[in-house]
């Protein structure tokens, strides 16, 4: 069974510090790998894809991939209550097609204000 | 470009009704997904269809559900004889060619079964 493990939260933060979420996944064949948002009642949004090891950066976002240690991540920065959402982490699903993703159950993130 | 579209947003049924989701995807976009989302969890993939053909079932898409994309357009999701475990949000998911993996997801239909 492919799994994708994250914090279920809350993740709560003080606005302007810098939320940090994890994510490990059980596929080692695993190859692309993303962060989603999903406001409250909504539908998820893509954020942020990384497909190498490494750090990728984004505005106020950055992902960090390991792969040899099954682990990714998503730093945001100057964090704004704006950013306040659950934050799911998906990897393919290897074998699959490009859009069949395995999801996590999600970070639930809090930024006070 | 005005996004994935999917209709009805909410259905409440009664167990043993028969249901039926409607998802407009991105134009210009050929494959198309359907996931479907329980509260606290993340979406599971169910089937995933490029242009008019079907190429991928999850093994959660029991023999009461069928999706179609006729013309490979537009695409269904049924559901027969509801069950109460059925209730979720049904979200479809478009992905245009060139883009590895980056779904657009539409707003999702949500099914109560009473």
């Known amino acids: 069974q492919k799994e994708v493990e994250q914090n279920s939260g809350p993740l709560s933060v003080p606005e302007g510090a810098i939320a940090s979420l994890n994510c490990t996944y059980s596929?080692?064949?695993?190859?692309?790998f993303f962060w989603y948002r999903q406001y409250s009642g909504k539908s998820p949004e893509l954020i942020m894809s990384i497909y190498s090891n490494g750090d990728k950066e984004d505005g106020r976002f950055t992902a960090q991939l390991n792969k040899a240690s099954q682990y990714v991540s998503l730093l945001i920065r100057d964090s704004q209550p704006s950013d306040s959402a659950t934050y799911l982490c998906?990897?393919?699903?290897?074998?699959?097609?490009?859009?069949?993703?395995?999801f996590g159950k999600g970070t639930k993130l809090s930024v006070k204000p | 470009d005005t996004g994935v579209s999917q209709d009805p947003r909410h259905k409440i049924t009664k167990r043993g009704q028969n249901v039926t989701f409607r998802c407009d995807p991105i134009s210009e976009h050929n494959r198309l997904y359907w996931y479907r989302q329980t509260l606290g969890q993340g979406p599971e993939f169910l089937t995933y269809?490029?242009?008019?053909?079907?190429?991928?079932k999850s093994r959660l898409l029991s023999d009461r559900f069928s999706a179609e994309r006729p013309k490979g357009s537009f695409s269904t999701l049924e559901i027969q004889r509801t069950e109460q475990g059925d209730s979720a949000m049904y979200l479809c998911a478009s992905q245009g060619e060139r883009v590895t993996g980056e779904l657009f997801f539409g707003e999702g239909s949500r099914l109560t079964v009473l």
């Open positions: 269809f490029q242009n008019e053909a079907q190429l991928e």
């Open positions: 998906a990897v393919d699903n290897y074998g699959g097609s490009q859009g069949n993703l395995i």
């Open positions: 596929d080692r064949g695993s190859q692309s």
